[in-house]
């Protein structure tokens, strides 16, 4: 069986006439932090190269600066000098030499910079920067221009088969095209035609010094999401302007950062915005890269074979996973580690202004730390536990040689992921599910379900290693009546124990309150597409500039919930960076009701007894939610102490606190290797 034979259209070539791209799949930009880190484009070299050997079509990088004004942050990474060149050689020639294509992405922050150098087409401040830019004149525009096609003739000295310029997602280019970032009265500014006069102006000079067999994709924003942003007609008038100016290749852009629709996470359905796509794909006639959430073969397949798109963009999938494309042309999909868009480890990262990677898969921008060679000598390894942190720990342990026993006192593997498979928006999870679950079967991994670890069993088995991964289980309140039936644990909730009340109090507001109110409120008809979009209010018929309806279309739940807090201000304030919003906004659309600076007093058998500023309440309830946080399960550590049992603890089991998957798998794939 021939590897086209699995996904014919994926792995389908697309000629551009000069040049002939291997498959359908691009690897879209992403920063990664990588860029400002020590000896970092030799970290890039090796990050790039791994995933060009498994036959990536193209690879796009992250965002360059074309000038100072440009960065991100400050010192960020920029290409605008031949001193430059050289190290992004380094990238060009690992990527070559695995038979692979790389473009550099061109990207200009504008208003969304994070220093006081920032610029934009007038002065508006963005909401996500606190940095109010400074009105570009009309010698600073021009300057600008020359900066964008300077740096692609640099990247073009570097090695770079061509660049992506980043139109879209409300960076500089967007912030010129769109009546809601360009106030101004000059020839830049009012009309559609002087407003997409910036970006023209970069093509088509890009194209004269670069020459006709250099690729030039535009990231061109289709949906803009946001108030004032541009109409359907525009963005056709746009990119059929953009065509004539000579770009081989269209890229989906999708909302600017400060829009309040969500785009990338998790809850997004897979391919939620490929109807753009396909819309302006019937326009033109230059190829179309459609984009966001697509992160399985199957998925892209279908796009492809229906005929939304050309070519499909896939960015955070490679970060979970550098052989999704070869293990697709195999045959092996079912050995994909997935992405599972929860943005914990990668953009969360990036936003605070760390080195990004990802939670499933944390070899991801650190491949230089990790060896892939096996353990010359091959240990009996035992694993207790088998939630993400002792998966992650058996799988890595038997795939470098060693041989390993996995205990699971339940009757599946999971641990806290299991309960989190069964939110609303988080399905996603069971794809890590099912990966963990092939590669024990891969790896030989002996696997005892329904067995509780004990001191004989450890003992009978003379184990080199022996690994504690039990996890967490909830934290009692320590509230007065909480042995009451009204009152139920978060796990026996989500594991479908007990059925849902129809006035529920939930006490804790962290990210399993969070996700314990968003399985309350939740309907079916939001997590399809077209029940997404309508729910927060995407215009899907584009009567609106920006394609944003006025007020979002959220149906109505049928529970009536409430979240309990102890400490006083915003809810929900230490969820993730960026995708907090969402859940946030989520439940406010779905009018849960939020009360902070709670004194609990007791649990009634028919409701909550509290106060709020000395002031005692009552509010009558069917039923109670626990998620008062978790503590550690470590009953077997002072036995394996007593008699003196080497042992090492990780996950949830070393440190309860916020569930923290992230740290938990990292802390089983590190400690494999120590072995």
Request: hydrophobic share 35%; with cysteine; net charge neutral.
């Amino acid at each position: 069986m021939t590897k086209n034979s699995h996904f014919p259209h994926l792995f389908q070539p697309l000629d551009l006439g000069f040049v002939q791209l291997k498959n359908r799949v691009i690897m879209g930009s992403m920063h990664t932090g990588l860029e400002e880190s020590d000896n970092g484009f030799e970290k890039m070299a090796v990050f790039y190269a791994e995933r060009a050997k498994h036959e990536v079509g193209l690879i796009v990088t992250g965002g360059v600066a074309p000038n100072r004004e440009g960065w991100l942050t400050p010192f960020g990474i920029k290409l605008t000098n031949r001193r430059e060149v050289k190290h992004h050689q380094l990238i060009t020639k690992a990527v070559h030499d695995e038979d692979g294509k790389i473009c550099l992405q061109i990207l200009h922050a504008g208003r969304y910079a994070y220093h006081p150098f920032n610029v934009a087409p007038s002065s508006i401040k963005a909401p996500i920067s606190k940095f109010k830019p400074r009105a570009l004149n009309n010698y600073g525009i021009r300057r600008t221009i020359k900066s964008f096609v300077n740096c692609a003739k640099l990247a073009k000295e570097g090695g770079y088969d061509g660049v992506e310029v980043m139109g879209s997602e409300g960076y500089l280019i967007n912030q010129f095209i769109a009546p809601r970032t360009n106030k101004r009265s000059d020839e830049w500014g009012g009309s559609f035609e002087n407003r997409v006069k910036f970006p023209l102006e970069i093509v088509n000079g890009i194209r004269k010094e670069c020459g006709d067999e250099f690729i030039i994709i535009f990231r061109l924003s289709m949906l803009d999401l946001v108030e004032e942003g541009s109409t359907w007609e525009e963005v056709v008038l746009l990119a059929k302007a953009l065509e004539k100016a000579g770009v081989n290749l269209i890229n989906t852009g999708i909302g600017w950062h400060e829009a309040r629709v969500p785009t990338i996470a998790t809850s997004v359905p897979r391919g939620a915005y490929t109807w753009i796509s396909e819309r302006l794909k019937k326009e033109i006639s230059v190829p179309i890269i459609t984009t966001n959430r697509i992160n399985m073969p199957q998925v892209a397949e279908d796009i492809l074979s229906s005929g939304q798109a050309d070519m499909i963009s896939m960015a955070r999938p490679f970060l979970a996973d550098p052989e999704i494309l070869s293990k697709s042309s195999q045959g092996r999909a079912n050995e994909i580690n997935t992405c599972i868009a929860c943005n914990q480890a990668c953009l969360d990262h990036i936003f605070k202004q760390k080195t990004a990677t990802c939670l499933v898969n944390p070899r991801a921008c650190r491949e230089t730390e990790f060896s892939e060679e096996k353990h010359p000598t091959s240990k009996s390894v035992l694993v207790i536990g088998a939630g993400p942190a002792g998966l992650s720990c058996a799988i890595e342990a038997a795939k470098n040689g060693h041989r390993v026993t996995l205990v699971e006192a339940s009757d599946a593997i999971g641990g806290q992921f299991k309960l989190a498979q069964e939110i609303p928006g988080k399905e996603e999870f069971r794809e890590t599910l099912r990966y963990f679950n092939t590669m024990l079967l891969k790896y030989n991994v002996n696997v005892q379900l329904s067995t509780r670890a004990t001191l004989e069993l450890i003992k009978a088995g003379k184990y080199d290693e022996i690994v504690l991964s039990t996890g967490v289980k909830g934290r009692k309140t320590g509230i007065q009546g909480e042995e009451l039936p009204i009152a139920v644990a978060y796990e026996r909730l989500l594991s479908g124990q007990v059925k849902p009340g129809t006035k529920v109090g939930i006490i804790g507001a962290g990210g399993i309150g969070f996700d314990v109110a968003t399985y309350l409120s939740a309907t079916p008809k939001e997590h399809d597409v077209n029940g997404f979009l309508q729910s927060w209010g995407v215009d899907v018929d584009y009567k609106q500039r920006g394609a944003l309806n006025p007020s979002p279309e959220m149906q109505s739940s049928e529970r009536e919930v409430y979240m309990f807090q102890r400490k006083e201000g915003k809810l929900g304030s230490r969820l993730g960076k960026t995708t907090g919003w969402i859940h946030r906004s989520y439940l406010k659309l779905k009018k849960v009701n939020m009360i902070s600076g709670v004194q609990y007093e007791s649990i009634a058998e028919n409701g909550l007894h509290y106060s709020i500023n000395g002031k005692s309440e009552f509010l009558e309830l069917d039923q109670i939610v626990i998620c008062a946080g978790q503590k550690s399960v470590i009953e077997l550590v002072s036995e394996l102490e007593s008699n003196s049992i080497d042992h090492r603890i990780i996950g949830g089991a070393k440190f309860a606190g916020e569930l923290d998957a992230q740290r938990a798998i990292r802390e089983g794939i590190e400690l494999a290797y120590s072995f």
